[in-house]
């Protein structure tokens, strides 16, 4: 099972230390320039990227599968707001969100799913907000390993599919919004250099 998998990854504590990604400094001044202060974390692990924004002055909630992520980061942080659960399950409040940031979840599902989970995140954000969303990229070292189930979408482990996302597609998937800003960020994840592309756009 997906949550089993997850589980089993906090289990081991903060797995990607507690520094968050470079990514979340760069929606972070996105957000702050475009006055957009409320934000949700999709898939906010075991909060580093919600601490992040929490310290940086914003009101940060955050919605996690992994029960063992969620205990971590509500004991590092009891003032934040997380809620145990699938984000294809949204809304789970009645809270509408000026921003959403959603950092490498996007690319862990099939095309069906991406477009569904796009499309639950506009259904919970308010009027004039902005989306960011980061995913790996055609340009990754790994593109192209394992099993293809879809097109760019491989299985590498058992049960974990990745899709790598070209910049034209990644342009097309969210061309009903208004995009603000794309590019790509080089992030290190332990000795292995991590490929990604990334988008912010406005409902």
Not at 65 to 86: C, F, L, Q, T, W
Not at 172 to 191: A, C, H, L, M, P
Request: glycine share 8%; hydrophobic share 35%; proline share 1%.
């Amino acid at each position: 099972m997906v949550e089993d998998y997850w589980n089993s990854r906090f289990k081991a504590g903060k797995v990607w230390g507690s520094e968050a990604s470079g990514t979340a400094f760069i929606a972070s001044e996105y957000f702050k320039k475009l006055k957009k202060s409320d934000i949700l974390v999709i898939g906010s692990g075991y909060g580093r990227n919600t601490n992040y924004f929490y310290a940086n002055g914003f009101n940060v909630e955050g919605i996690e599968y992994s029960k063992d992520g969620v205990e971590i980061a509500r004991n590092d942080n009891p003032s934040i707001v997380y809620y145990h659960g699938s984000a294809f399950d949204m809304p789970l409040s009645d809270k509408k969100y000026s921003a959403i940031y959603c950092y490498n979840v996007i690319h862990l599902f099939m095309e069906h799913d991406r477009e569904l989970l796009i499309s639950l995140c506009g259904e919970v954000l308010e009027e004039g907000g902005v989306m960011f969303f980061s995913a790996f990229s055609d340009e990754d070292e790994d593109y192209g390993l394992g099993e293809e189930l879809e097109t760019n979408t491989y299985e590498i482990k058992k049960n974990k599919p990745v899709h790598y996302y070209g910049d034209m597609e990644l342009l097309e998937v969210f061309k009903n919004y208004r995009i603000i800003e794309d590019g790509t960020y080089t992030e290190v994840v332990g000795s292995k250099e991590c490929k990604l592309r990334f988008i912010l756009v406005q409902l």
